[in-house]
């Protein structure tokens, strides 16, 4: 165990849905830190180079436009562990399999609009802090 450093993005469903407040509890109830965030608008760029892994799917252009809705804020978590740990609080990307008790499965209704997103290892977590906070 370690302390990591994690990126952590609010979509627009969440600001737009006034979420925010509950979201970010639940990270710092966790105990984690928050240790940078701004709101920002996301380029077409900026969001296929973020989801790079699935500009080929068919559903990337509804996903690109639905991340360009609105602001997001973009954060970066800080704790013991926190990729994973940021992982599990979020739920699973699939809202009907996102459990109860997890933002994703307490908040979300849709796949695309599921609130949250969270770096899914060390390697991408690096990377995806220096894409939106330089
Ligand atoms: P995660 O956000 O859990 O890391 P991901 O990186 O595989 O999941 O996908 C990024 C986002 O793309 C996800 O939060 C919602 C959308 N997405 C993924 N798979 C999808 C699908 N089968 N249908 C619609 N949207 C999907
Ligand atoms: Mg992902």
Request: net charge neutral; proline share 4%.
């Amino acid at each position: 165990m370690a302390v990591e450093r994690t990126y952590i993005m609010l979509k627009p469903d969440c600001v737009r849905r006034g979420l925010m407040g509950r979201v970010i509890s639940r990270i710092e109830d966790k105990g984690y830190k928050i240790v940078d965030a701004k709101m920002m608008h996301l380029t077409s760029d900026k969001l296929r180079e973020h989801y790079a892994h699935l500009v080929d799917k068919p559903f990337y252009p509804n996903l690109e436009a639905f991340m360009m809705s609105g602001p997001v804020l973009a954060m970066i978590v800080e704790g013991e562990n926190a990729i994973l740990g940021m992982r599990n609080l979020m739920g699973a990307t699939k809202f009907e399999d996102a459990a109860a008790g997890t933002i994703r499965g307490d908040f979300a209704n849709t796949t695309t609009e599921n609130l949250i997103h969270g770096s899914d290892s060390p390697e991408t977590a690096g990377a995806e802090i220096k894409r939106f906070f330089g």
